[in-house]
């Protein structure tokens, strides 16, 4: 259950970063790209739930690392992709292929902030903390 704890740490987290991206100058649309985003999240929730073994503070845990890896694997995949083209036409670059070089690693360590703090949140939470 999400309490008010959670909320408004995750609020302003999401400030943090949306303001950050902001001050980039550049089109918040920029930092979207869905094919990042399934990348990562296809990687890291499956493997996480499964290593947290009933534990959904250490499933949250799990997904956290995961994604971190799975962002990475991402990122090499559209650098492979960037560098395969090197010394052919710049025109025949696949068009999403910076992004998807650059934006799974930003995706996955802010899912792992994010992770992180709710499994901390979760534990303090627990009975057997308190």
Known sequence: ?????????????????????????????SFLDLPSAVFVLGICLP????????DVSLALRKMGSYAVSAGWCGT???????????????SALPPRAFAFACVPTFYAYTLRLILGFASDVIRSDSPEQR
């Open 47 to 54: 493997m996480g739930w499964m290593a947290g073994k009933g």
């Open 76 to 90: 090499m995949l559209g650098m492979i992709a960037l560098l395969g083209t090197a010394g052919e036409d710049t």
């Open 1 to 29: 259950m999400l309490n008010a704890k959670f909320v408004i740490g995750l609020l302003i987290v999401i400030a943090i970063v949306v303001g950050a991206i902001q001050t980039t100058g550049a089109a918040a649309r």
